[in-house]
């Protein structure tokens, strides 16, 4: 099978082949860290992880940086104001991203290069564009020359006509219609020094704008060329754009092969939710509102495909967490039945028929939604099978191989707290014996006791299950 990927430089889903065989080298852009993930964001990091982990399931050896943006145009604002400097700004929110892909099961990237540990390579990039006359000094800036890189545009299919030779714009974030020189670099102002955001430069004391980082520190870790370079769409332009002109000027290579895109997470008017319109969501105000991180991560990649803008409400997440729970529910029944004498040459055939579709979905451009609707599909029927005690040995095999290939990119089946199962066992145990010794008030306890721990047991003719309740079914 071969694994295809919607490139946006050429608009079509491409067959993937790294330029080194077997290996992958990605970029993906990460968090500015001023404020803790918003929701949107997180839609983006959780794609990147579905990538990487579907070329790991592919066989590639993965080599992936996420950079953290420690400082900006809104950084440097927001330490002003706290009265503090700007590494002591982003600490905590650097710290709680890492916590926030932690409870969304994240993989972690090879690198998290940050930017201010990075200010040498940007300087270097720098001073190589101005001795090319791709950018050039003003007022104590730099600036890129946008009118030397006849490409510019090319991701975003920008029109140039417009294109001012000469303008500027100095701030991080603009739209296409201040399309101009952007800057790289910052002139020093007294109070940057004061919040220690000012580094030297052979062009002057300053710091760097926001979009050099990403070609400074991409080319630090994966070299000039990138297999794969990955970021919300918001991203495309100018962030994007500016990263292509900046490395490919510099380095007279192909920056990344292939640019993927996510699409925006909507609000429930179906506008893009972002910070700055205020439609501010983090995944903490959704765990704070009684959401299971694993309903939130199942809803962020699987309910609708990357390339589609998907809405977020409580009513999405509920039955995503209705969905993880079922999924959950049926890989405890199919591991704690014991299998029947006897294959079904029906549940075998369909199971194969799933595994099959499944890996052909993911290879078609990571279509996540149309692999789990197969799986959701033969979960019904393989619990008509099991309710008929049809499951065989075999039958068995089967289904447990192809929920570790659905887990190797969910990552919901196994995701409890590490000693739970051991310890809920235990109790289970510690329950069947008061039974035994007639004491009933000691075992309705511990049921009680699991079931504020959010654990229900169910007694069924395999002997005590449990499972875990998903959000708000606790009282
Ligand atoms: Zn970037």
């Not at 918003?38 to 996420?66: E, I, K, P, Q």
């Not at 370079?229 to 500016?242: R, T, Y």
């Amino acid at each position: 099978m071969t694994l295809r990927l919607h490139n946006t430089l050429t608009g079509t889903k491409d067959v993937f082949e790294p330029l080194e065989a077997g290996r992958v080298r990605m970029y993906t852009c990460g968090p500015t860290v001023w404020n803790f993930a918003h929701v949107g964001n997180l839609r983006a990091f959780l794609f990147y992880d579905l990538v990487r982990r579907h070329l790991r399931v592919s066989g590639y050896r993965v080599t992936h940086v996420m950079n953290l943006t420690d400082i900006d145009d809104r950084i440097l604002d927001q330490a002003m104001h706290a009265g503090t400097t700007i590494a002591d700004f982003v600490q905590p929110y650097a710290a709680a991203f890492f916590e926030d892909m932690d409870s969304l099961r994240f993989e972690r990237a090879e690198h998290y290069p940050r930017a201010t540990e990075h200010i040498p390579e940007m300087v270097d990039m720098i001073s190589t564009l101005i001795e090319q006359d791709n950018a050039y000094v003003a007022d104590g800036d730099v600036y890129f020359r946008i009118t030397s890189f006849p490409k510019y545009g090319a991701l975003s299919h920008l029109d140039r006509a417009g294109l001012k030779a000469g303008a500027r714009v100095a701030t991080d974030k603009y739209d296409k219609e201040s399309v101009s020189d952007f800057a790289l670099w910052k002139k020093a102002h007294p109070e940057d020094e004061k919040l220690g955001a000012a580094w030297d430069a052979p062009f002057g004391r300053g710091r760097p704008g926001w979009h050099i980082e990403c070609s400074a520190m991409s080319k630090r870790y994966l070299g000039d060329t990138l297999d794969i370079h990955a970021g919300g769409v918001d991203l495309m332009f100018p962030h994007h754009e500016n990263e292509i002109a900046q490395s490919e000027a510099a380095n007279h290579k192909t920056f990344a092969r292939v640019w993927l895109h996510s699409e925006f997470l909507s609000d429930a008017t179906g506008e893009k939710m972002s910070k700055s319109a205020g439609g501010f969501t983090t995944l903490r105000n959704l765990v704070a509102a009684g959401h299971d991180p694993l309903a939130i991560r199942f809803f962020l990649i699987a309910n609708a495909h990357y390339r589609a803008r998907v809405r977020l409400s409580n009513e999405a997440l509920h039955a995503a967490g209705e969905q993880v729970r079922r999924l959950r529910e049926f890989a405890d029944r199919v591991r704690r039945t014991a299998p029947a004498q006897r294959d079904d040459a029906q549940l075998a055939e369909k199971t194969e028929q799933v595994r099959t579709g499944y890996r052909e979905a993911l290879d078609d451009d990571l279509n996540l939604p149309q692999g789990m609707g197969l799986v959701f599909d033969l979960v019904r029927e393989a619990n008509t099978a099991l309710d008929a005690e049809r499951m065989g040995p075999q039958n068995k095999a089967v289904l447990e191989a192809l929920l570790d290939e659905v887990d190797a990119h969910l990552d919901v089946l196994r995701a409890d707290e590490p000693g739970l199962a051991e310890e809920v066992e235990r109790l289970i145990a510690e329950r069947e014996d008061a039974r035994k010794a007639r004491d009933f008030a000691r075992a309705d306890q511990i049921r009680e006791d699991l079931k504020r721990r959010g654990i229900a047991l169910e007694d069924s003719k395999d002997g005590v299950r449990w499972r875990r309740l998903i959000e708000g079914a606790r009282s």
